[in-house]
T-cell receptor, first 120, second 111 residues
Framework: GAGVSQSPSNKVTEKGKDVELRCDPI?????LYWYRQSLGQGLEFLIY????????KSGLPSDRFSAERTGGSVSTLTIQRTQQEDSAVYLC??????????????????FGPGTRLTVL | SQQGEEDPQALSIQEGENATMNCSYK?????LQWYRQNSGRGLVHLIL???NEREKHSGRLRVTLDTSKKSSSLLITASRAADTASYFC???????????WGAGTKLIIKP
């Protein structure tokens, strides 16, 4: 596709409900990242997928958060029993395999427009 | 914890002036990247500078990297109203694929 897409763009939910956020990465990008951004803050890493490797879940803040990536493409971030502190913008990014452009370090990430989650 | 720290936190200048933002980090890196974010939504990649580079240009953007001081600067020349945004630096540590993000500099260009 032309870019990373995310849906929904906005989600308002009640405390205790489950939500699912979707990310569709750029075709050909094997790496996919989820971040959370609270108002006026930087990005907080949540989870990383690379190809068929086991995902790096080290950034997930609690076991209420989970994510999957089916067929190496679309990813879904699920938050169970939402809390008010979960309110934030959830950003998805994709990239070519880190290090492909040279070196081990992370490469350019392409971001979707984000999902603004509000938990009442 | 966040590695990249931008300063200043906020910057307001007149259109046409130059804007300089700084980023400091703590560990050795493979590369450092600058991103722009409008209206609190998706980020757009601006420029990537590798650890063996000292300066890089892209249009009105100039990025410098001083690995001895673990710092980088982003200069936007001849600023325009459309440059109003938040600017983030992100560092790619040597040993990890993750990008470590700072809290950003909010830049306001006054017409």
């Amino acid at each position: 596709g032309a870019g990373v897409s995310q849906s929904p763009s906005n989600k308002v939910t009640e405390k205790g409900k489950d939500v699912e956020l979707r990310c569709d990465p750029i075709s050909g990008h094997t790496a996919l990242y989820w971040y959370r951004q609270s108002l006026g803050q930087g990005l907080e890493f949540l989870i990383y997928f690379q190809g068929n490797s086991a995902p790096d879940k080290s950034g997930l803040p609690s076991d209420r958060f989970s994510a999957e990536r089916t067929g190496g493409s679309v990813s879904t971030l699920t938050i169970q029993r939402t809390q008010q502190e979960d309110s934030a913008v959830y950003l998805c990014a994709s990239s070519f395999p880190p290090g492909l452009a040279g070196g081990v370090g992370g490469d350019t990430q392409y971001f979707g427009p984000g999902t603004r989650l509000t938990v009442l | 914890s966040q590695q990249g720290e931008e300063d200043p936190q906020a910057l307001s200048i007149q259109e046409g002036e130059n804007a300089t933002m700084n980023c400091s980090y703590k560990t050795s890196i493979n590369n450092l990247q600058w991103y722009r974010q409008n209206s609190g939504r998706g980020l757009v990649h601006l420029i990537l500078i590798r650890s063996n580079e000292r300066e890089k240009h892209s249009g009105r953007l100039r990025v410098t990297l001083d690995t001895s001081k673990k710092s980088s600067s982003l200069l936007i020349t001849a600023s325009r109203a459309a440059d109003t945004a938040s600017y983030f630096c992100a560092t790619a540590p040597d040993s990890n694929y993750q990008l470590i993000w700072g809290a950003g500099t909010k830049l306001i260009i006054k017409p």
